[in-house]
């Protein structure tokens, strides 16, 4: 489970969903005719991991980034983690992205690559992504990029497809992200955690950016 992360630099997090509502009234109003109101059908987080000085030999730092279709993570949300995987088992290194219905575990995914994090001021970057579609909810990670994992992400190995009866992500809160991720083990290993961007995909076709970073980590 995700432990709440204190942020250890003072971060601009704005809401997103009062963001979004903004913004969707925008792009409804600089249509002549709107015959429906666009939707959020996709949203994609980028994020950016910068460690200081892994351990291989203690396994640290463990790092863990929730997202969540509903704004909270009382019924259904996932975590990402990175250099552990803790479900069904614990196990040092790799990638591991875990579905979760409040306590109830739906589904894990583990990435083939299970190395264990160990080059100070590694730089690893990746994407988040939630999806509804034809009654489906979609969580992926996407374009990851590493030196110790390699391009991860895309594949299919850090995907799950679950029924749904969303049907937009409107609910959707950036906040939920930030406040639910973080380092849970080793966090002095960790320079910082940044969510850089998260994109809104409208069922019109346009995608709307906000590209204000939301510091969850930092170590000066």
Request: proline share 0%.
């Given at each position: 489970m995700v432990m709440a992360n204190h942020c250890t630099l003072a971060a601009r997090c704005w809401s997103s969903r009062v963001?979004?509502?903004l913004l969707i009234v925008a792009a409804c109003s600089s249509v002549a005719v709107a015959q429906t109101s666009p939707t959020v059908v996709r949203v994609e987080e980028d994020w950016e991991l910068v460690i200081e000085t892994p351990d291989p030999g203690s396994d640290g730092p463990q790092i863990t980034c929730a997202i969540s279709p509903l704004g909270n993570l009382d019924s259904l949300y996932a975590t990402f983690e990175l250099n552990h995987q803790s479900e069904l088992t614990f196990e040092a290194g790799g990638l591991q992205l875990q579905i979760w219905d409040?306590?109830?575990l739906l589904s894990d995914?583990?990435?083939p690559n299970r190395n264990v994090l160990?080059?100070?001021g590694e730089v690893i970057t990746w994407t988040q992504c939630l999806e509804v579609q034809n009654d489906t909810v979609t969580f992926e990670v996407i374009n990851g990029i590493s030196t110790t994992w390699?391009?991860?992400g895309g594949q299919g190995y850090l995907k799950a497809m679950l029924?749904?009866?969303?049907?937009d992500l409107g609910s959707y809160n950036s906040s939920v992200s930030v406040g639910d991720s973080g380092v849970s083990y080793g966090g002095n290993r960790v320079s910082s955690l940044v969510l850089k961007s998260v994109r809104f995909?409208?069922?019109?076709?346009?995608v709307i950016e906000d590209d204000v970073p939301k510091v969850i980590h930092w170590i000066e």
């Open positions: 963001l979004l509502t409040g306590e109830v995914k583990g990435y160990s080059q100070a390699g391009n991860f029924s749904t009866t969303l049907t995909h409208l069922s019109t076709g346009e």
